[in-house]
């Protein structure tokens, strides 16, 4: 498994990393009340940079930056050594495990999952997971979490004044088929405030993981949604400074996913690896 680096894998980490008071007089990596006119002059300082790097001949970026600094709170926390150093081997011994009869059909399905509707816009989000030869990769467990259609999650650290769903957990899991291709049912999430900096808000998105074969194989990412206005705002997805890499993570919207009075449809593929790779949370990536 992948610890966690500069991006969310989970709420623990991404939206209540920082304390809720917003004090001026608090000076410092985290100070919630800067701007966000400061951290988007901090982005385009970065975009710019790296532009001109790649115009000078240097690789385009295609990962996150561990030390992104509009990522306010990453930079204390990510990691500045190598975390591999245990025997997978070891890891597999006590680490969870899972088989096909543990995955039930239904559990793609995230509107069911309670007595009544979630309230919100049906979606169904589905692709392939695949390798950078356009291979299919089979029998992939495939986990999701997401915020609700007003942007709240359910934890016990995320109590900004959103409702909760009673009828929605936003989580949710499958496996892929032979041809690589999974599906779930939910409703659209909505954006929500974070503490990077004052008034910061996330794009609407969902988290992805991609167990592999073993426990040391997970891979993490995060779906988007098109044209949403927060792109530019928002540090954790401008900490990929390559905008080829950061179009990877936004799905497209599919008519011919979208189901007649029911659903809208998105289409989003996972490439593992090769020059089309999604971009995946990186744990020797700096
Ligand atoms: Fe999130």
Do not use: C
């Not at 291979?135 to 959103?162: C, F, M, T």
């Not at 008034?199 to 609407?204: F, I, T």
């Amino acid at each position: 498994m992948s610890p966690q680096q500069n991006t969310d894998t989970d709420e623990s980490t991404e939206a209540f990393t920082s304390p809720v008071v917003i004090d001026q007089a608090v000076k410092g990596p985290d100070d919630a009340a800067e701007s966000q006119a400061t951290l988007s002059a901090e982005i385009a300082d970065i975009e710019s940079q790296h532009k001109q790097d790649v115009a000078a001949g240097k690789k385009a970026e295609t990962q996150p930056r561990l030390n992104y600094a509009p990522y306010r709170s990453s930079i204390l926390r990510h990691p500045t050594k190598d975390p591999r150093h245990t025997d997978p081997e070891t890891i597999e011994l006590f680490s969870p495990a899972f088989g096909h009869r543990d995955i039930g059909t239904l559990e793609s399905d995230l509107t069911i999952q309670a007595d009544g509707e979630p309230i919100g816009e049906r979606i169904r989000v589905t692709g392939r997971v695949l390798d950078g030869e356009g291979r299919p990769v089979r029998n992939q467990l495939v986990e999701i979490w997401q915020a609700n259609s007003a942007g709240r999650y359910i934890h016990k650290r995320d109590q900004h004044p959103a409702p909760i769903d009673p009828n929605f957990t936003g989580v949710g899991r499958t496996l892929t088929g032979d041809d690589g291709s999974y599906s779930f049912t939910t409703i659209k999430p909505g954006p929500y405030p974070w503490k990077n900096h004052h008034n910061a808000w996330r794009p609407a998105h969902i988290h992805f993981s991609l167990f592999g074969s073993e426990f040391t194989q997970r891979m993490i990412t995060q779906m988007y949604f098109p044209g949403d206005p927060l792109f530019a705002l928002d540090p954790i997805y401008q900490s990929i400074t390559d905008q080829k890499a950061r179009d990877r993570l936004v799905a497209t919207y599919d008519h011919n996913i979208t189901e007649h009075e029911f659903l809208m449809g998105y289409n989003w593929d996972i490439v593992l690896t090769g020059a089309n790779r999604t971009w995946m949370e990186e744990e020797d990536d700096d």
